[in-house]
Nanobody
Framework: QVQLVESGGGLVQAGGSLRLSCAAS????????MGWFRQAPGQERDIVAT????????FYADSVKGRFTISRDNAKNTMSLQMNSLKPEDTAVYYC????????????????????WGQGTQVTVSS
């Protein structure tokens, strides 16, 4: 079992940066693959980035690759998403998610694969 809490959302102008954080409670954080998802009004919840148990493997959606960086610190039970060069189309509620993974290299990419979710944090990018 793991509980997740996101923080760091807010309002930023296009071209600016934000850093989102996800704090996980409970033990065995390193046994979970982690992911960031986002959902805009009227849209489906889509993958932003994922990171493996070990932190050695990552995946990014094409729309954010080169601008966002996902990372994790298993010693501190935290995961982060550094967002640079933000665009208005990045506006959405961002969610932290976790799923137990038997593979150290696994990077699940579908929202349906994740078992645990945070409450979400709003990111708004103005033009």
């Amino acid at each position: 079992q793991v509980q997740l809490v996101e923080s760091g959302g807010g309002l930023v102008q296009a071209g600016g940066s934000l850093r989102l954080s996800c704090a996980a409670s409970g033990r065995s954080f390193s046994t979970y693959a982690m992911g960031w998802f986002r959902q805009a009004p009227g849209q489906e919840r889509d993958i932003v980035a994922t990171i493996s148990r070990s932190g050695g493997f990552t995946f990014y959606a094409d729309s954010v690759k080169g601008r966002f960086t996902i990372s994790r610190d298993n010693a501190k039970n935290t995961m982060s998403l550094q967002m640079n060069s933000l665009k208005p189309e990045d506006t959405a509620v961002y969610y932290c998610a976790a799923v137990a993974s038997a593979a150290t290299w696994g990077v699940p990419r579908r929202s349906g694969e994740y078992s645990y979710w945070g409450q979400g944090t709003q990111v708004t990018v103005s033009s």
